[in-house]
């Protein structure tokens, strides 16, 4: 997640099963091709249900070259 600027919210243990159910806020546009990156990581034991959850406002000037708002504009 921190590869891809994302957020853990929550982590709990599902009862009885060696799942953990993971809560966390990942960018659009850092999504496309985490579902294979994550995979991969976890030798296909890992699965991600995505579903937009809200806006936020992107820190940086995307006029400053190498910040992260210049790349993506």
Known sequence: ?????????????????????????????????????????TSGRAFPQCVFDHWDQLNGDPLEEGSKAFEIV
């Open 1 to 41: 997640m921190t590869k891809r600027r994302g957020i853990v919210n929550s982590e709990e243990p599902v009862q009885g099963t060696p799942l953990v159910n993971m809560k966390c806020y990942l960018p659009v546009g850092e999504s496309f091709g985490f579902t294979q990156a994550l995979r991969a990581a």
